[in-house]
């Protein structure tokens, strides 16, 4: 069964760092979303297979966030650096069962959705 808990976020500065942790996926996709407040729709962040062999990012933090997992402790990490307060968003992690490589950007294809955290970047 899975069950996704999120931990990390908080307050930053801009040009600062901060590290989202996903824990229970399983061996499922997991993709990184985040929504703006008063604005509607997820936007995909990142997503990675139990493998690693698949590994996308989203345009607007290429460069600055590294997704990673470590399937001994049934997690990923989201690694957000040179944040800027764009980035200022709720995060979510969520998982799943069955992914392709032209559908991991609709958040529709999730089937498991952690709690959400807040980042806020400050300028």
């Known amino acids: 069964q899975v069950r996704l808990v999120q931990s990390g976020g908080g307050l930053v500065q801009a040009g600062g760092s901060l590290r989202l942790s996903c824990t229970g996926p399983?061996?499922?996709?997991v993709g990184w979303f985040r929504q703006v407040l008063g604005k509607e729709g997820e936007e995909f962040v990142a997503g990675i297979s139990w493998s690693g062999g698949m590994l996308y990012y989203g345009d607007s933090v290429k460069g600055r966030f590294t997704l990673s997992r470590d399937n001994r402790k049934n997690s990923v990490y989201l690694q957000m650096s040179s944040l800027k307060p764009e980035d200022t968003a709720v995060y979510y992690c969520?998982?799943?069962?069955?992914?392709?490589?032209?559908?991991?950007?609709?958040?529709?294809?999730?089937?498991?959705w952690g709690q959400g955290t807040q980042v806020t970047v400050s300028s």
């Open positions: 969520a998982a799943a069962e069955i992914i392709g490589t032209d559908n991991y950007m609709d958040p529709n294809q999730y089937d498991h």
């Open positions: 399983g061996r499922t996709f």
